[in-house]
C-alpha cells in the first residue's frame, strides 16, 4: 500500500517536516512492514509557460516540429533559470494552439531517469528548455502530446507560477507490505489509524461522514447465490446509488491525478478516477456502471455453466460454477469483486452513472481472481477483508466527488441491502494477557488499547466483553486481542527472556541425528544446498529406488529397466514441466549442480537433506473433502486427510564433480569419483552410528561395475537404504554435466530407526599394533567387500582394522582371477601382541575366505 503524506495528513496529524522515514518507523513500531519511498524524482526550474506564437517546420523526415516562443516570466521579469521572459523552445507535439498554459521545464531542471535540461541545438535551433508531457513529469503514461493545464482546470494559473507545487510533484509516498490478516491497512483510513496508535496523532475517522439515506426499492437489486461457498453467501451488503448529468468532458483535477500516481495507480477518466481515489481512501472497492446501459435491475448469482463474460481489458471469459457474478436482464456485466464487465462500461459518452459498493465474501474472490489469473485492486482487499459499514460511506463520497468535480445532480435512485453478521463479543479473562504476553498490563493499558482500536468494551465479573470493529475479521479470539494489546501498547515494552527448558526436554533422537550427518558432511567439505521439491516424471521414474527387474536390452549389461514409479501430482503446479512431487532428491540436486557450474563453479560437492514422497502403488491418495481453514478439522476427517498422505521418507543426497583435489605445484589434481561418494555415505555411518553395508548393485540412473547399494542390519535381516556411485554418462550429460558425476542417496529414516539412543566415543586403544599384509587370489567375479568381511570374519576380536589396498589383474595371476590386497592390523586391549599370535588370526581369515570363494594366498 502506497500512502502519500499530503494525503496521510488529512485523517491525521502530522507534525511539520515529518519526513517519510519517520512514518515508515512509525508504522513498523505497530507490525507493518517497511518497503519504499516513492517521489516524483524531478527538481525545478519546472514553471507554467503560456505559448505566445509557433511555426512549424517540416523536416527531411517528414516529421513536422513546432518552433515555439513561450512566455515563462509575466511581463519583462527574469525567469526563474535566470534567462529572459520569453523562451525559445522546440517541440514535436502538435495538441497545442496560442495561448494555451503548459509546463516547461527550464535549464538546469532535472526530469526523472534522471534526465537534465539544458539549452541545447536541434532542427536548426537552440531550444531554451523542454514544454513537458505527463509521462516526462511522471503523472502517467500519456504521451501522445504535451501536458495541457487546461485539461486539469488550472488554466488560470499565473505565468511563471511553480509547477511542482501547483501540480503536487513535491508530495511523497511512503509504501507498507500489508499482510493477510490486516486488510483494513489496504486504505488511508486505515494507515492513518495505525499511525495514530504509534504516535499518539489524532485521528479523523474519513468514515463518520453522515450518508445520506436512499430509497432500497427505487433500483432493483437481487441477492441469489444458490451454491454459497462453505457455506458463506457470496455478497452481504450491495449499496447502489445514482449521479445524472455527469460531464464526461471535465478533467480529472491535478491533486487527485498526482495521488493516484504516487498510489500507483494511473488516471483514466473523471469518473473512474473518483472510484479508485474514494477505494484508496477507505478501503472499499468501488464500480461505476453506465447507467443507460443497464438492462433492468442487479442480480448477484453464481455463473451458471458455459457462461462467458467480455471484461473490462476486453477478454472473453469462460466463467466457473464458483464464480460470483453482477447480472441484469441482458445476462453478466460483471465478475464481482474482480473486474467489470465491458458492456456497462464508463465511457467518453456516459453522463448517467450507477456506483456500486458491495462487501463480497473473501474466500470467492480469491478463487475467481486466481481462476482467472487476474488480480485486481478490488479483489486484493476483498479477498483479505472489507469494512462492510463502509460501503454505504464509500458510496455517498463518490456521489459527493462526482457533483463537486463533474457536474452531476445526486438522484435518489438507489437500494442498500445488507445482510452482514455484526461482529461477536469475545469474553477476554482478567490477566488473560499478562499471562500470555510474560508482561504485566494494567487495566487501563488493556482498556485503552482495546478501545484505541474501535473495540467496544463491557465490564464482566470475570474480565472484559470486547466486541471488535467491523473493520476487524482478524479479532476472533481471546488471543487476537492479546496481540492487539501487545502491538498498541508496544513490543518493545515487552521484555526479551529466554524461556528455561523443563528437564528432560530438548531436541529428540531423530532431529538430533539430522542435525549430525549436516554438520558432518559440511566439515568434510560438502555444501548444504535447498532445492524445490517438484519434479518431472522422468527424472521421478530415472532416480526411484532400486528396481529388481531388467528387460532383454539391459540385461546384459546388468541396468534394471525403468519401471513404472507410483507418483504424485501437484494439483496447481508451479512448472508445468514439473509437476510431480519428487521421489528422490538427487534431480534437484544435479540441476543446482549445473547452474553452479553455469556460473564458473566447476569443482562442486553439495548435498541436501528433505523429505521424498514415495506412494504405493494401488493406494489413492489425497481427500475429496477440503476442510474450511477457519475450523479444526473433526477426528474422522483428520484421519482421512492423514491417510491420504503418501509414505515421506527422510533422505539425504549428496552430488560431487569436477576435482575433489584441485591442481597444486608439486601434486595434480584429483578428480571427483564413487570413491567420494562412498566416503560421504561412511561419513553418515559414522555420525548415525549405525554400520551402512556396502555391495556392487545396479540402477537405471547409474554407470554399471560403479554402483553400490547400501544395506542397514535390521532384527529382520538386513534393509536395502539407497545407492552410491557415478552416474551414467548419458544421464550426467543430460543434465549438462560432465561425464563423471559421483552421487549417493540414503533414505536417513531407514537409518535412524537403527540407531541407539546415544552416540558413544570408541575407547583409544593403548597396546601397541601388529600389522601384516595378506594377498589372496579369487575370482574376478567376488565383490573384494565380501572377501574383506570373510577375512574380517575369520581374524576374531584381535583384528583391529582391515582395508582393501590393492586390486591386481594382469601377468602372473590366471585368466579370470584376481589378487586382492589387505593391509590388517591387529591389536589385543590388555597385552603386546606376538608376531605369531597376529599369523595365526590373519590365517584363520584366509581359512574362512577360501571356505567360501575358493580363495588361495598369492605367492
Known amino acids: 500500500m502506497r500512502v502519500p503524506l499530503s494525503w496521510l495528513g488529512e485523517f491525521v496529524d502530522l507534525e511539520p517536516g515529518t519526513t517519510p522515514e519517520a512514518v515508515h518507523a512509525a508504522l513498523v513500531s505497530v507490525g507493518l512492514e517497511e518497503e519504499e519511498i516513492h517521489r516524483f524524482e524531478l527538481t525545478g526550474p519546472i514553471v507554467v509557460g503560456e505559448v505566445l506564437e509557433f511555426v512549424g517546420e517540416p523536416q527531411t523526415n517528414a516529421k513536422i516540429i513546432n518552433w515555439c516562443q513561450v512566455r515563462v516570466a509575466p511581463g519583462d521579469e527574469t525567469a526563474a533559470d535566470g534567462g529572459p521572459a520569453v523562451h525559445g523552445i522546440v517541440c514535436g507535439a502538435h495538441n497545442f494552439v496560442v495561448g494555451d498554459k503548459v509546463v516547461v521545464t527550464l535549464p538546469g531542471a532535472v526530469l526523472p531517469g534522471p534526465f537534465p535540461i539544458a539549452p541545447r541545438k536541434t532542427y536548426g535551433h537552440v531550444s531554451d528548455g523542454m514544454i513537458a508531457s505527463a509521462r516526462e513529469l511522471g503523472l ?200 467489470g464487465g465491458r458492456s456497462t462500461e464508463i465511457g467518453a459518452s456516459t453522463t448517467n452513472v450507477l456506483i456500486e459498493a458491495a462487501n463480497f465474501d473473501p474466500v470467492s474472490i480469491a478463487r475467481s481472481a486466481r481462476r482467472h489469473k487476474l488480480p485486481s485492486e478490488a479483489s486484493r482487499r476483498f479477498e483479505r477483508g472489507v469494512d462492510p459499514q463502509v460501503a454505504a460511506v464509500a458510496a455517498a463520497r463518490v456521489v459527493q466527488l462526482l457533483v ?102 530438548g531436541l529428540t533422537l531423530v532431529q538430533r541425528l539430522r542435525r549430525t550427518v549436516a554438520q558432518t558432511l559440511a566439515a568434510t567439505g560438502h555444501t548444504e544446498v535447498l532445492a524445490y521439491p517438484f519434479v518431472s516424471e522422468a527424472d521421478n521414474r530415472l532416480f526411484a529406488p532400486l528396481a529388481t527387474t531388467t528387460d532383454a536390452a539391459g540385461a546384459a549389461a546388468g541396468i534394471p529397466a525403468v519401471a513404472e514409479v507410483p507418483q504424485i501430482r501437484v494439483a496447481n503446479p508451479l512448472d508445468g514441466e514439473a509437476p510431480f512431487l519428487r521421489t528422490s532428491i538427487l534431480p534437484g540436486l544435479l540441476r543446482i549442480a549445473h547452474r553452479n557450474r553455469s556460473r564458473g563453479i566447476t569443482d562442486l560437492a553439495v548435498f541436501e537433506q528433505g523429505l521424498v514422497f514415495r506412494p504405493v502403488a494401488g493406494i489413492r ?169 570373510a577375512v574380517a570374519e575369520g581374524a576374531g576380536a584381535l583384528l583391529d582394522h582391515i582395508e582393501l589396498v590393492d586390486d591386481y589383474r594382469g601377468t602372473g595371476i590366471e585368466p579370470g582371477r584376481k589378487s586382492l590386497t589387505f593391509a590388517l592390523r591387529f591389536r589385543a586391549p590388555d597385552r603386546t601382541l606376538t608376531a605369531a599370535e597376529a599369523s595365526d588370526a590373519k590365517l584363520a581369515g584366509v581359512a574362512v575366505a577360501a571356505a567360501r570363494f575358493d580363495a588361495t594366498l598369492r605367492e
Open 404 to 505: 463537486d468535480l463533474a457536474g452531476g445532480t445526486a438522484d435518489g435512485l438507489g437500494s442498500a441491502l445488507d445482510s452482514s453478521v455484526p461482529p461477536v463479543a469475545i469474553e477476554l479473562p482478567r490477566d488473560f494477557i499478562s499471562g500470555l504476553i510474560g508482561r504485566t498490563y494494567s487495566d487501563d493499558e488493556e482498556r485503552s488499547a482495546l478501545a484505541e482500536i474501535g473495540g467496544l468494551l463491557v465490564e464482566t465479573p470475570t474480565g472484559l466483553s470486547v466486541t471488535p470493529p467491523t473493520w476487524r475479521p482478524d479479532l476472533t479470539d481471546k488471543w487476537t486481542l492479546a496481540e492487539e494489546v501487545a502491538r498498541i501498547v508496544g513490543y518493545d515494552s515487552i521484555p526479551s527472556v529466554l524461556p528455561v527448558a523443563p528437564p528432560g526436554r
Open 621 to 789: 491418495y489425497g481427500s475429496l473433502v477440503v476442510p474450511a481453514g477457519a475450523t479444526r478439522p473433526s477426528t474422522a476427517l483428520e484421519a482421512e486427510l492423514n491417510a491420504g498422505i503418501p509414505p515421506q521418507p527422510y533422505s539425504v543426497a549428496v552430488a560431487l564433480t569436477g576435482n575433489t583435489v584441485r591442481h597444486q605445484p608439486g601434486r595434480a589434481p584429483i578428480a571427483a569419483g564413487w570413491q567420494d561418494a562412498l566416503a560421504a555415505v561412511q561419513q553418515v555411518a559414522l555420525a548415525t552410528g549405525v554400520p551402512i553395508l556396502v555391495r556392487q548393485g545396479v540402477h537405471p540412473a547409474m554407470h554399471p561395475g560403479r554402483t553400490a547399494e547400501l544395506f542397514v542390519a535390521t532384527a529382520d535381516g538386513e534393509l536395502s537404504v539407497g545407492f552410491a556411485g557415478e552416474l551414467l554418462p548419458a544421464v550426467a550429460t543430460g543434465f549438462d554435466l560432465p561425464a563423471v558425476v559421483a552421487v549417493a542417496e540414503i533414505t536417513l529414516s531407514d537409518v535412524f530407526a537403527q540407531a541407539g539412543s546415544e552416540l558413544h566415543a570408541a575407547p583409544i586403544k593403548t597396546m601397541p599394533a601388529a600389522t601384516q599384509d595378506l594377498s589372496l587370489v579369487v575370482s574376478a567375479t567376488v565383490p573384494a567387500a565380501e572377501v574383506l568381511a
Open 140 to 339: 502517467g503514461d500519456e504521451h501522445d502530446g504535451i501536458l495541457l493545464l487546461k485539461n486539469l482546470g488550472l488554466d488560470d494559473a499565473p505565468v511563471g507560477t511553480d509547477a511542482i507545487a501547483l501540480l503536487g510533484l513535491d508530495d511523497t509516498a511512503v509504501e507498507v507490505n500489508v499482510t493477510p490478516d490486516r486488510g483494513y491497512a489496504f486504505s488511508i483510513r486505515g494507515i492513518a489509524r495505525e499511525y495514530s496508535h504509534a504516535t499518539g496523532a489524532a485521528f479523523r475517522d474519513p468514515a463518520l461522514a453522515t450518508v445520506t439515506a436512499v430509497s432500497t426499492i427505487d433500483f432493483p437489486v437481487t441477492l441469489a447465490d444458490a451454491s454459497p461457498i462453505r457455506g458463506r453467501v457470496g455478497a452481504s451488503v450491495f449499496v447502489t446509488r445514482a449521479v445524472r448529468g455527469v460531464d464526461p468532458s471535465r478533467p480529472t483535477p491535478a491533486w487527485m491525478i498526482t495521488r493516484l500516481a504516487l498510489a500507483g495507480m494511473r488516471s483514466i477518466s473523471l469518473v473512474v478516477d473518483v472510484t479508485n481515489y474514494v477505494m484508496l481512501e477507505l478501503g472499499q472497492p468501488l464500480h461505476g456502471y453506465d447507467l443507460d446501459a443497464l438492462a433492468g435491475g442487479i442480480l448477484v448469482r453464481r455463473a451458471e455453466p458455459g457462461e462467458k463474460l467480455t471484461t473490462l481489458d476486453g477478454v472473453v471469459r469462460a466463467l466457473h460454477s464458483e464464480d460470483l457474478l453482477i447480472t441484469d436482464e441482458s445476462g453478466a456485466i460483471g465478475l464481482a469483486g474482480v473486474m
